[in-house]
Each structure stands twice: as C-alpha cells, then as structure tokens.
C-alpha cells in the first residue's frame, strides 16, 4: 500500500509536458514466430524532479510512484523471493530490491553500484531528460517459461546522482504470452552502459560487460475485470488493460481511453501491440497499454476506441 507521506510528498512533483516516443527493447526470440509490433509512447514521467523530493521519496519505500502515481492503493505482491540478491561480475554489482506486477506490466527496483567505491564512469554524464529516462543503462534479455512470450521494456533512472558510485533504476516491462501466465521470469543483463556528454551531442558507452542473472516471480493476482465482447477479451488491473482477439479488432494507433463511473476518461499512451503466428497464419492479436496512474478496476465502465464507446457489461445490484 502507498502511504500518505508519499502521497502528499508526490502532489509537489508534476511529469514534464512533452511525450517522448522511443523503441522499446526486444526482449527474447519467442518458441514460436512472433511478430511483436511495437507502438510504445513513453510519457515524460521524470520531468524535472527536485534532489530533496528524490530522497525522500526513496526513503518511504513507494519506488512505484516514480512511475504510476499512487490513484488507487492497490495491494501488489512482492515477487523478489529475496530482496536485496546481488550479482557482481568485476567491479560492478547489481543488487535486485524489488519488483511488482499484474501479468502484463512489470516493474523492477534495481541497484548498481562499483564494490570499490569507484565512480561508475569517469566522464561525465549527460543529464536526464524527456528523451533520456536514463543515463546508466542495461544491456538485458527477459524471458520465462511462458510459451510465446514476447514484449518491451525501458528503464528510468531515480536516484539523486549524488553518488558517483551508484545508481537506481526502474525498469517497466510490457509482456505478454498468448498461453498460461509465467511462473517465473528472468532478467538477464550483459552489458552495464553509459550516456556521457559529447559536445555538441552525448554518446553511449559500455562501462562493464558480464552476467548479472535474476529470477522474479511472474505469478501476481491482482483485483481485476475481464469483459468479453465484440470478440475480444479485455483485462483491466490496476496496472494495465490487455486486449486479446484472434486479429486485429481496430487500427492499431487508434486512440484509447478508459471511462470511469464518476465520468472521468483515462487518456492511454504507453501501448504495444502484437500477433502471434503459426506459419503464416495469425493465431491471436493482443494490446496492452500501461497506466500512469494506478486505477479500480470496478471502476471502469467503458473502452473508447476512437470515440466509439465500449460499454462493460455491470454487475446488478
């Protein structure tokens, strides 16, 4: 659950205005031919967050609320069995903290720090922006034992940077099988990578290559409606809403929103479709979109694709 200290802490600090669109990073060769369509608008959620808000807000523990501002305090399992696991190769360490998920959006609290105390990169950094959620990077694969399993992710960093030595990051990963959930899911990383300034640009480079290999539990249930109609079925968690039909039921940059019941409509731009394929044949189609706001499921009443109105069907009372 979300305190109320962050929570007031969170109403000072506003995302920045400008969207940034950016390629999400494949994350496996799927068992079967998949094609994984890629449409993903990532907010400019990091804006210009202020050092001491930063600090603060590590220090509540609500890592979360970086990313999806706390609307509705939704119960989220933790599924690192050991917070804290480490993995060094050389002289850089990656220390696993955290992670959350509702079976399509994932988010993961990762540490990396030098065991010397040495700064992660002698040349300077080029600062955070709407474009650049991080500047120390990962070169990682995501997979599990979920057949078919594909999606994207990015990382952000939220730390301060006071600490040459050290950084923070949340990865937010959209994944999705079109067969049983995942039990498990592994993060493996290659490469540890840097954005440093390169007058009159910025350039990446590698800091460390290595295995740093983590296993998190793909097993979460949270509070969730699933509707079916108009050949689809639609998934809403506090997290995400996933759509799955055999083909396509719309244009894919068709715009989306979620109608509450107090009227309210929920703007969605973090989106990702794909098709799964046995041959040439298209076996389902699904689209997932990830909140920026954490919602009650119960309250949603409606999709609206393109100013159509999806209504869900409602419980009597």
């Known amino acids: ?8 802490m969170n109403e000072q600090i506003s995302p920045g205005p400008a969207l940034t669109e950016q390629t999400m990073k494949r994350i496996i060769r799927p068992r079967r031919r998949t094609r994984l369509v890629l449409a993903i608008v990532l907010g400019a959620l990091l804006g210009l967050l202020g050092t001491t808000a930063l600090a603060a807000r590590a220090v509540t523990g609500d890592w979360l609320g970086f990313l999806v ?13 050991e917070p804290g696991t480490q993995v060094v190769c050389g002289d850089y360490r990656v220390t696993l903290q955290s992670a959350v998920g509702d079976g399509t959006a994932y988010y993961v609290l990762v540490d990396i720090d030098t065991v010397s105390g040495q700064p992660l990169t002698a040349d300077p ?11 120390i990077q990962l070169d990682m694969r995501i997979d599990s034992d979920s057949p ?32 049983r959930r995942p039990s498990w899911i592994m993060l493996d990383i290659r490469r540890i990578l840097a954005v440093v300034l390169d007058p009159p640009a910025a350039k990446q480079v590698s800091l460390a290559e290595g295995t ?16 079916r109609t108009k050949g689809m079925t639609i998934k809403v968690t506090p997290l995400s809403l996933l759509i799955t039909a055999r083909s396509a ?9 979620l109608e509450r019941s107090d009227g309210r409509l929920i703007d969605l731009r973090l989106i990702g479709t794909g098709s799964a394929y046995d041959g040439f044949l298209v076996t389902h189609w699904h689209l997932s979109a990830l909140f920026e706001e954490q919602i009650d499921p119960g309250q949603v009443v409606a999709l609206i694709v393109a100013g159509e109105r999806i209504a869900f069907p409602q419980p009597n009372h």
């Open 212 to 227: 740093w290999s983590f296993v998190i539990s793909g097993r979460s249930d949270p509070q969730q409606v699933t509707v």
């Open 125 to 135: 950094l080029q600062p955070l922006a709407s474009n650049l959620p991080a500047n």
């Open 69 to 81: 501002k706390p609307g509705f305090p939704a119960d989220l399992a933790e599924l690192v069995a």
């Open 148 to 179: 078919d399993f594909s999606g994207g992710w990015t990382s952000y960093r939220i730390d301060d940077q006071t600490d040459p030595a050290r950084a923070t990051l949340i990865i937010r990963a959209s994944l999705h099988s079109s067969g």
């Open 249 to 257: 039921p719309f244009s894919e940059m068709s715009p989306l929103q």
């Open 1 to 8: 659950m979300f305190s109320d200290r962050y929570r007031k």
